[in-house]
């Protein structure tokens, strides 16, 4: 879309600044060039009104579109901040290290243990655990036919994206609880599940709900002992999914996640590597900040919000020059007229009035064009998100006041210059 709209601006451009001057100058008429008239039968002036019109009306929808865009990715980051994601890093065990310990979860138990052992007196490492996978993006998903709990409907129709975290996990990412509370260290809640708000909602449970049977098909029954706080762990695209997180020592945990001091980051960073390269010196170290993959779940909508800034400020710019130049040209026409107002004793403020409050209408005028075009447009892109911010009259209001607070410095420039000019060589004849 992006390479179509500059193409669709080059082709453009290319016929009003190349063609159109061409073709006045081919169908020259004296006689409609002493009325004023252009090629089209328009008044100059009234075509560079329109231009005017028409170049801050894009620019009104770019700043309407920016701030949505903006505030899209704001709610986008308040979702994820029910849990802590700053200066924890991700790693995962390589397929070949799996491979050579068979996919023992005990062996690969052994072998995290001893690549964590040799971390612990690090004091840039505050904390370490392991898990089934990440806590955000794509998480392992099952269908409603592997668990089980009181007062199971088997008709609904749920994904239940579920994770093996140790207790560890509750200092690493700081999930917040609702009720109940988290797995112990002891390893007495290893039957036992913690639910978010979404599944307690979809699966119907009764309350109270701390404390009620749950278990996943094949294994031992255990119950719920917690509900944290709902974030969104894929993106704004999608809706929240029931998630389910346990603490079964059996469970396959080949991902593990290091809390790290934020002073000492290069030092941490160091140690992990080093302590990668001894234990596992085949495969290149490769890890993540949570922060950053977070961010990738919206990278697309990030691009974009960067373009639309951009493009917002050029067309402000064009918009402003356009604007600058008819006025230019409106106090050169009207030099005489100011110069005999003056003399009859005109005030400067009258005459800066009488010269800005044409241009402020054209203004206005693009406002109230641009609004509706700029709604329909904000609205199509926020159908594409299942949480999305609500289509706010102030939005309107701001980008309307940006550009008419652009407008008014760029034409003040003339108005003024006109205003306080010596009536004397306005009406001398040259």
């Known amino acids: 879309m992006v390479w179509l709209f500059l193409l669709g601006a080059l082709v453009v451009s290319t016929l009003l600044t190349g063609v159109l001057p061409a073709s006045s100058m081919a169908f ?12 089209l039968r328009l008044k100059n002036l009234l075509l560079r009104k329109g231009l005017v019109v028409f170049q801050f009306a894009v620019g009104v929808i770019f700043i309407i579109v920016t701030i949505v865009v903006f505030r899209q990715m704001q709610l986008a980051q308040a979702s994820a901040a029910h849990y802590n994601r700053e200066e924890v890093v991700s790693l995962v065990l390589p397929s070949r290290t799996l491979q050579e310990l068979n996919y023992d979860q005990q062996k690969i138990s052994r072998f995290s243990k001893t690549f964590t052992d040799e971390l612990q007196d690090q004091p840039s490492i505050l904390g370490m ?14 269908s409603l036919m592997n668990w089980y709990w009181d007062g199971l409907d088997t008709s609904i129709k749920v994904s239940i994206s579920n994770v093996t975290l140790e207790p560890g996990a509750k200092n690493i990412f700081n999930l917040q609880l609702v009720e109940g509370s988290w797995f112990r260290e002891d390893k007495s809640d290893k039957k036992n599940f913690i639910l978010n708000e979404t599944a307690v909602r979809k ?23 917690g509900v944290i706080k709902d974030y969104n762990f894929s993106s704004l695209y999608n809706e929240i999914e029931p998630m389910v997180i346990s603490d079964n020592e059996d469970d396959f945990k080949p991902d593990f ?14 140690a992990i590597a080093a302590t990668w390269k001894k234990n596992i010196p085949d495969a290149p170290f490769e ?6 993959a977070f961010d990738n779940l919206d990278k ?30 409106v106090a050169e026409q009207r030099r005489k007229e100011i110069g005999i107002r003056k003399v009859m004793g005109a005030a400067v403020a009258q005459i800066i009035f009488m010269l800005s409050k044409e241009f402020l209408l054209l203004v206005k005028i693009s406002v109230i064009i641009a609004s509706p075009i700029g709604y329909w447009i904000i609205s199509k892109w926020l159908e594409n998100f299942t949480y999305k911010i609500g289509v706010s009259w102030w939005i309107f209001v701001v ?6 607070l652009i407008s008014m410095i760029t034409v003040s420039f003339h108005a003024i210059r006109a205003a306080t000019g010596n009536p004397v060589k306005a009406l001398r004849n040259e």
């Open 28 to 39: 020259f008429k004296p006689l409609d060039f002493l009325h004023g008239y252009t090629i």
């Open 129 to 142: 655990v392991f898990a089934s996978g990440s806590i955000e993006g794509s998480i392992n998903s099952n």
């Open 203 to 225: 699966f119907g449970l009764r309350q109270p709900v701390i404390g009620q049977t749950f278990a996943r098909r094949g294994q031992d029954t255990g119950q719920i002992i």
């Open 257 to 270: 996640f290091i809390k790290i001091a934020s002073r000492n980051i290069p030092n941490a960073m160091n």
């Open 287 to 292: 890890y993540q900040f949570m922060d950053q």
């Open 300 to 329: 697309d909508d990030l691009k974009v919000s960067k373009l639309v800034l951009l493009f917002s400020c050029l067309s402000i710019l064009i918009s402003a020059l356009g604007l600058f130049g008819l006025a230019a040209f």
């Open 399 to 404: 980008a309307g006041s940006i550009v008419l």
